[in-house]
């Protein structure tokens, strides 16, 4: 089973910067996207940023593409987040998310999940 972990979360003032990390180990090489989403209370979780695992492409929400940094290590095993300009409707428990297919959907059909990070912005 694929494992995947999650770090880097935290309390931030608008403004400010986090990046996010995840790990993704056993069975890696069956992924063929991992990403980025984020959930609120009340909300369904939402896709933000996601990557090819092959080819490197990338795919930002508008909501993020102007600020936010997807990118993968050369192992293409930890996947990174680089927030900058947190606002507070930034706040949200992100979730590292992959899938070992290809899909006509950036954000659809994730089987594997991590535990989630905790982020906070204040103003």
């Known amino acids: 089973q694929v494992k995947l972990v999650e770090s880097g979360g935290g309390s931030v003032q608008v403004g400010g910067s986090l990046t996010l990390s995840c790990v993704a180990s056993?069975?890696?090489?069956?992924?063929?996207?991992m990403a980025w989403f984020r959930q609120v209370v009340g909300k369904a979780r939402e896709g933000i940023a996601g990557?090819?695992?092959?080819?490197?492409?990338?795919k930002l929400d508008d909501s993020v593409k102007d600020r936010f940094t997807i990118s993968l290590d050369k192992s293409k095993t930890t996947m990174s987040l680089q927030m900058n300009n947190l606002q507070p409707e930034d706040s949200a428990m992100y979730y590292c998310?992959?899938?070992?297919?290809?899909?006509?959907?950036?954000?659809?059909?994730?089987?594997?999940w991590g535990q989630g990070t905790q982020v906070t912005v204040s103003s």
């Open positions: 998310g992959a899938r070992p297919r290809q899909g006509p959907r950036w954000f659809d059909d994730y089987d594997y």
């Open positions: 056993g069975g890696t090489d069956s992924l063929v996207y």
């Open positions: 990557i090819s695992r092959f080819n490197g492409r990338a």
